[in-house]
């Protein structure tokens, strides 16, 4: 007797979240056989593995996590006579479900398991693992947080021992805050450098948490992270007693891979950008903030619309008690004059 899964196209499908799967189970049967059932499991797993330490102080730590078991029965108990049995069968995956990952310390996987139960023998079973993923909608409104453009001021003053030393003023204004592969991202940065040291250059960095695992614990949770730098640009510095406005554009590439991590307890995904302010002989002025990628775009009817909600909340021009809010809107309507 043999049992086995078909399904379509395998194993190049990849099935969406929320939508079906669809498939068969073929049992062939050689002779009589007596059965308490045919059944097919749809299960999703997660785990994170990883040592720390040397030698006899090496620790293990691990995590595993069961978050999907869907069952459907194809067959009753009875008795299969001989020949090819066909038993169809669908699953729909729910939503709010991660897409299939493997990584270095562990990993997210979908498997159909098919069991021919016999008793008081071995059970006949075949496995398929099969890939899920799911689309980053940048238009959902679990993203609202980003719909706006993110806007920044810092002064800080150089320590000179030589000469007084005026202050250093960095405003950024990010046009918006969510991107596709491919898109290019915008901004403008004003350096207002009245100090007397120069500023050497100007960095502009989208950094990308790829992957951070999580180890569950009653005590404390630990993380394993992994970093990449998706994109990048750079623009030359300042001089003392100069101020310059850039307007800063490069492509976030085609190949950047975005992952849907919704629903995961063992690993998440965030992306930064960052804006540096590089000197010499002092401590770079830095700001960083949280982007998003995703896989469809923002519509431009639906931006606008929710620039417009912003104003009318107050969220861009105006917050009480906030001065550098009021001063960041002076920020990006100066920009738009430049």
């Known amino acids: ?52 330490g040397i030698a006899t102080k090496r620790r293990i730590y691990a995590s595993k996590i069961k978050f999907l078991h869907l069952e459907l029965p194809l067959q009753v108990k009875g008795t299969l006579s001989p020949g090819t049995f066909e038993y169809p069968f669908t699953f729909r995956l729910p939503h709010n479900i991660p897409d299939s990952f493997k990584g270095p310390y562990g990993g997210i996987r ?17 496995k398929k693992v099969v890939r899920v993923f799911d689309f980053v909608n940048l238009n959902s409104a679990k993203y609202q947080a980003h719909w706006g453009p993110a806007t920044h001021s810092e002064t800080k003053t150089p320590y000179s021992w030589c000469c007084n030393s005026g202050p250093v003023t960095v405003d950024v204004c990010l046009e918006k805050q969510m991107f596709v592969p491919g898109e290019e991202v ?32 009653s005590s404390v949770n630990r993380y394993r992270d992994r970093f990449e730098v998706v994109a990048s640009g750079a623009v030359a510095g300042v001089k003392a007693r100069e101020e310059k406005i850039y307007n800063v554009h490069f492509p976030i590439p085609k190949t950047v891979k975005v992952l849907n991590f ?18 010499i002989w002092y401590t770079d002025m830095e700001y960083t903030t949280k982007v998003v990628l995703g896989h469809v775009p923002i519509t431009s009817g639906s931006y606008l619309q929710n620039l417009a909600s912003f104003v009318a909340a107050g969220r861009i021009n105006h917050i009480p008690g906030t001065k550098l809010t009021i001063l960041r809107c002076d920020i990006c309507a100066a920009f738009k004059q430049v």
């Open 186 to 217: 915008k901004m403008k940065v004003r350096i207002n450098n009245q100090s007397s040291m120069n500023v050497d250059m100007v960095i502009v960095r989208i950094t990308r948490v790829t992957v951070k695992s999580i180890i569950l614990s």
């Open 1 to 52: 007797m043999s049992c086995t899964i078909q399904l379509p196209n395998y194993p190049n499908e990849r099935y969406i979240v929320g939508g079906m799967i669809t498939g068969k189970v073929i049992c062939t049967v050689s002779k009589k056989i007596n059965i308490r059932g045919v059944v097919v499991k749809l299960k999703g797993k997660e785990h994170n593995r990883w040592y720390d």
């Open 262 to 279: 919704h629903g995961s307890k063992l690993f998440e995904q965030e992306t930064v950008l960052n804006v540096k302010a590089h000197f």
């Open 110 to 126: 979908y498997t159909i398991t098919a069991k021919v139960d016999i008793p008081f023998a071995p059970d006949y079973t075949n």
